[in-house]
């Protein structure tokens, strides 16, 4: 459940920010499957790889965070 949201959010941002799968994850270092299996919620990011993501986004990683 808590990678779904998480997931979802991270969609959401790379999406925001004009960045299809392809280019987004390019720029993460990551497959597109794997980003795939983390924006279904299949997959959980690590945190070093949450940092990447917050760093391509230009935001925090609080931000992208899932809110109770």
């Known amino acids: 459940m808590e990678a779904e949201k ?5 969609r959401a ?3 925001l920010k ?3 799968q392809e280019t987004f994850a390019r720029e993460i270092g990551i497959s597109v499957s794997i ?6 919620g299949n997959r ?3 945190e070093q790889l949450l940092m990447k993501i917050s760093d391509v986004l230009k935001t925090s990683v609080d931000e992208i965070a899932p809110k109770e």
């Open 35 to 40: 980003l795939g299996e983390i924006e279904r």
């Open 44 to 46: 959980m990011p690590s």
């Open 6 to 10: 998480w997931g979802r959010r991270i």
């Open 13 to 15: 941002f790379r999406k």
């Open 18 to 20: 004009g960045f299809t």
